[in-house]
Every structure is written in structure tokens, then in C-alpha cells.
């Protein structure tokens, strides 16, 4: 986890909350550009998709479960550009 994954928000300020997932190779590099942007509450990594429940790196990094690394972000939608 991350410092900016524990902000607590109000109820008002949820209404305009989303959530995305990006996979783009490994994601270490996709979670600190995110955390890094204007307007991301958080971002996660994490695995998704696979043959494996709860995998671990090492399972992940022999390409063998069929699994993506992705990044969970959750940002505010006011703040983004148009």
C-alpha cells in the first residue's frame, strides 16, 4: 500500500469517484506514473485474469498462470483534463 491509498473520502465527495485498471507490462512502472497524476486517489497493483487463485510474483513471473500484472486506480473525476 501506498500513502495515497488510505485517503478517506465523504459521501459527497464519492459521487464523482471512479475506478479503472490498466495492464501494461510490469506494473511497477504503470503504478508510480499514476501515483505521480493529478487527481488519482490511489493506485494498486495486483494480478488479474489467470489460472491461479491468489497468485503469488513467483508464480506470475514464470508465465505459466495466464495472468496480467495490472494497477487498480481509483480517481477523482473532476479533476480530469478534457
Known sequence: MNKK???ILSAKEKNHIAKAYFAGG?????EYFFEHTDGIISAVSGYM???LNNPSYEDICHGATGHLEVVKITYDTKKQKS
Do not use: D, K, L, R
Request: neutral net charge; glycine residues 28%; proline residues 0%.
Open 5 to 7: 491509498s488510505y485517503n
Open 26 to 30: 510490469c506494473f511497477w512502472g504503470v
Open 49 to 51: 485474469g489467470g489460472s
